[in-house]
């Protein structure tokens, strides 16, 4: 290792060492449908995303459908305002339909505010797993487009193909959000028995003829979605990841201990339609691995080490997935860092916004986007288009190489408010060693030469960034980056 004055420890290891045994690197298959690899390979690039939870439950403010399910966790509470017994709040919950009329809902505002900070693609929940459909299916009326929904009767009703309509437009690359449990239709909780939790309430094996209805349900919903009626789909994004083969569970990963039944939807057939009409589609079957698991979504969560397969954070920008008053919203800073930690360890940050009943945004979420805007202006050139380094990482300092290894960037931290940098030296990861000779401070024009220095028993000189006494970083936020060149 090597300690500079600037406390950045950063060791020096092998993409070998950098591997780590896990449920989704045991299981990750890599798509062999030539279609597929590329738009996995274009994804890697857009690096930023956006995901919306929006439902029914945005006018109580709740967690999204999770309060209907009768599981004893943080996340299933239920406010007795809203029914004193669970028969009583699963029937109000479900008459929210009734009231739902988000008449602000502009997609081509949300769109805007996304394109300025820089995101390239959205997932937007088009059915969570409550049921309730935010699309114009024909398998259900427990949908937006029902004449039971009093938005039903705007022209935007039905809002998941504006939303995708809307961002296309902008540029952006669409992905369907799609629950695969469905916790209103009666085949997957069937009326006979009480739901005991988040699974199928009966067993699929002994009722095999309820549990292909609720294949079939599933297989024409996907299929409205993909079939052309709601334009290019780039990605579909399946949540609910109980519903799986038997085969798949993993029984070291405490929740899936608690799956009881084979609840195979069969993916083949699912994503054989799906591509049929959308050549290329990357189909991310969550949790679940195998074939059908285009790239891995770890959730609130970045992993500290390279991973050897896509990856991509999914995460809140404030807490709560779905719309809650006076949500509490990760700053600025922190979101920064965040999405130059998860580019710089090799992912995509997917983040989570969560619009009200009527149909907006925080006015915190847009000041966020636009701050992220600012810095992206910058600085995006160091995070789009670009590769993350095995093995050179820690939490102040980063480093990322342009794809086709023009130049190469370390990205450092800065403290809110931060004016100027401690003396000292950033050691340049080897991978750089014989490419680049100078750096430049993008956003300003200030240039450096980069150093070599041989280290101890070792024939080899190490590259270094300098950082002189009182260098300034002044006007820059965030985090300063250092491009390098030849």
Not at 167 to 185: E, V
Not at 276 to 287: A, E, I, K, T
Not at 450 to 464: C, E, F, G, I, S
Request: with cysteine; charged share 20%.
């Amino acid at each position: 290792m090597y300690k500079t004055m600037l406390r950045f420890l950063v060791p020096v290891c092998s993409l070998l060492v950098m591997t780590i045994t896990t449920n989704a690197q045991q299981h990750y298959i890599p798509p062999a449908d030539s279609l597929v690899i590329k738009k996995l390979s274009q994804w890697q690039d857009w690096k930023f995303g956006l995901l919306m939870h929006w439902g029914t439950y945005s006018q109580w403010g709740v967690v999204e459908s999770w309060s209907i399910c009768p599981e004893d966790e943080g996340w299933t509470q239920r406010k007795p305002e809203h029914g004193t017994t669970y028969n009583a709040y699963k029937t109000n919950y479900e008459n929210l339909q009734h009231s739902f009329n988000p008449t602000q809902f502009d997609p081509d505002k949300w769109a805007a505010a996304a394109q300025y900070a820089g995101m390239k693609y959205v997932v937007f929940t088009t059915k969570h797993h409550d049921g309730f459909c935010m699309f114009d299916t024909k398998q259900t009326d427990y949908k937006i487009t029902s004449t039971a929904t009093p938005f039903s009767s705007n022209p935007k009703s039905n809002v998941a193909k504006e939303i995708f309509k809307s961002f296309r437009a902008k540029g952006f690359a669409t992905g369907a959000y799609f629950s695969k449990p469905d916790w209103h239709i009666d085949n997957y909780w069937w009326p006979y028995f009480p739901p005991k939790d988040r699974n199928v309430n009966y067993d699929p094996a002994k009722y095999p003829q309820r549990w292909q209805a609720f294949k079939d349900f599933t297989y024409n919903q996907i299929k409205e979605l993909m079939n052309g009626d709601y334009g290019k789909m780039d990605i579909l994004w399946l949540d609910g990841g109980w519903v799986r083969p038997k085969y798949t569970i993993d029984t070291a990963i405490e929740w899936q201990r608690t799956i009881p039944y084979n609840q195979d939807i069969d993916m083949a057939k699912i994503a054989g339609m799906a591509r049929s009409y959308q050549p290329g589609l990357l189909v991310v079957d969550r949790s679940v691995g195998y074939e059908y698991e285009n790239y891995v979504t770890p959730e609130q969560e970045i992993p500290n080490k390279l991973l050897p397969y896509p990856w991509e954070t999914c995460m809140t920008m404030a807490t709560s997935w779905s719309y809650v008053p006076h949500d509490h919203y990760k700053s600025t800073n922190e979101l920064i860092h965040t999405l130059v930690k998860i580019v710089g360890t090799g992912g995509n940050l997917l983040l989570n916004i969560g619009p009200d009943a009527n149909g907006e945004w925080d006015t915190a979420a847009y000041n966020r986007l636009k701050e992220i805007g600012d810095w992206m202006k910058i600085n995006s050139e160091a995070i789009y288009n670009t590769r993350a380094l095995p093995g050179w990482a820690n939490n102040e300092v980063y480093f990322t190489m342009a794809k086709d290894s023009s130049a190469g960037y370390v990205l450092l931290f800065l403290k809110e408010g931060q004016q100027e940098l401690a003396a000292g030296t950033i050691p340049i990861p080897d991978h750089f060693n014989g490419r680049f000779k100078h750096a430049q401070v993008l956003g300003t024009k200030t240039k450096l030469n980069l150093q070599k220095m041989t280290m101890k028993n070792n024939d080899d000189a190490q590259l270094l960034l300098p950082i002189k006494e009182h260098f300034s970083c002044s006007g820059l936020k965030h985090a300063i980056v250092f491009k390098l060149t030849r």
